[in-house]
């Protein structure tokens, strides 16, 4: 029997996006963002024993939830990497029934200062979700040059300090370099003020440096078109964004696949057009009990989109 026991640390939007998932018994369905298992656990309580549920996460902590999972459950399969490869795995070749994203980091993650991904809290300067590869954010900062720097907080936070912040931040690594994200935090807050309470001043910066280290609209894009490829005709690709940058993404993705381009002046006749994609909802937000409960809640955005049959 369907038992919706949601789980004590819920993850944002869980029923929308369960529903919009629409899960069949006997389907095949891939969580490409494993995280504690919040989403995965609810697909599995609505497959029956033929269906399968494939899971991915860079983060070996979230990996090891997911093996411990897997060991107890033969329907569920295990892959450490990226969602920007899932076309890469066997395991999805036959197709799917539906592809769930839940972007960015998972409370484990920012909670555990050794991570690295929090101004609130004080540890290595490492921001990695997979710190077995690719270079940490003490490693490119002491690298990078000035511009590089700005360029980065200005496209990935739109920090408009931007600027100013890359040059203490230069200035600042030739006499000690930065290594905790309590020293970054103190400096970012020394260039831009204190302006707003109710936002730490190096919010932007440390999403933009969180963006970047971890290449998250790349791995989005990349992972986007791996979905649209596998997904069987009537599968449904469900994401959640926590930031404007990824919803871009992903509104531009889905339109682009269901909508004819206008015409315009210069192509005033509308060019061939068969769509791959159904906009199922537009952008669905969190409610408003949600939003009182869990602040991460407040930036959610859901998207959802049918995997249409190809033109004959
Ligand atoms: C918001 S949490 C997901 C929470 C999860 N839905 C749950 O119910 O517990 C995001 C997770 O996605 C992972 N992640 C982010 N980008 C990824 C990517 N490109 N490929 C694989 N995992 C990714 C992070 O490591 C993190 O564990």
Redesign the pocket.
């Known amino acids: 029997m369907r038992q919706d026991a949601q789980p004590s640390h819920l ?1 944002v939007m869980w029923a929308q996006a369960l529903d919009a998932l629409r899960v069949a018994t006997d389907g095949t369905y891939l969580d ?9 656990r609810g697909v599995l309580d609505r497959l029956g024993p033929d269906g399968r549920l494939l899971v ?4 070996p902590e ?1 990996i090891a939830e997911a093996r411990a999972l897997a060991a107890a459950d033969a329907r569920v399969a295990v892959r450490h990497a ?3 490869t899932l076309a890469d795995w066997d395991a999805t070749a036959g197709g799917l029934d539906g592809v769930l994203l ?5 409370s484990p ?1 920012l909670d555990v200062a050794e991570r690295g991904f929090s101004f609130g809290k004080d540890g290595p300067l490492d921001m990695r ?1 997979d710190p077995t590869s690719g270079e940490s954010a003490a490693d490119w900062l002491a690298r990078a040059d000035e511009r590089e720097i700005a360029d980065v907080l200005w496209h990935y936070g739109e920090e408009k300090l931007s600027r100013k912040i890359a040059r203490t931040l230069v200035a600042r690594r030739g006499e000690a370099p930065l290594r905790r994200t309590g020293e970054l935090a103190e400096l970012i807050a020394s260039v831009v003020g204190r302006g707003d309470q109710r936002i730490h001043p190096a919010t932007r910066s440390f999403q933009a440096i969180r963006i970047f280290v ?1 290449r ?1 609209l790349e ?1 989005l894009e990349a ?1 986007l078109a791996a979905a649209h490829a596998r997904l069987k005709p009537g599968g449904r690709l469900v994401v959640i964004s926590f930031h404007s940058l990824e919803d871009r993404i992903v509104k531009r993705f889905i339109a682009a696949r269901a909508k004819a381009p206008a015409g315009n002046r210069r192509m005033p006749v509308a060019v061939a057009f068969s769509p791959s994609l159904r906009d199922l909802a537009g952008a669905v937000r969190a409610d408003a009990a949600e939003t009182a409960t869990n602040p991460r809640a407040r930036s959610a955005v859901l998207r959802i989109a049918e995997k249409l049959a190809e033109a004959a």
């Open positions: 993850p490409g963002t494993f995280g504690r298992g919040g989403h995965a991915m996460d860079k983060d979230a990226s969602f920007a839940d972007l960015g980091v998972s993650q979700m971890n998250e791995d992972g």
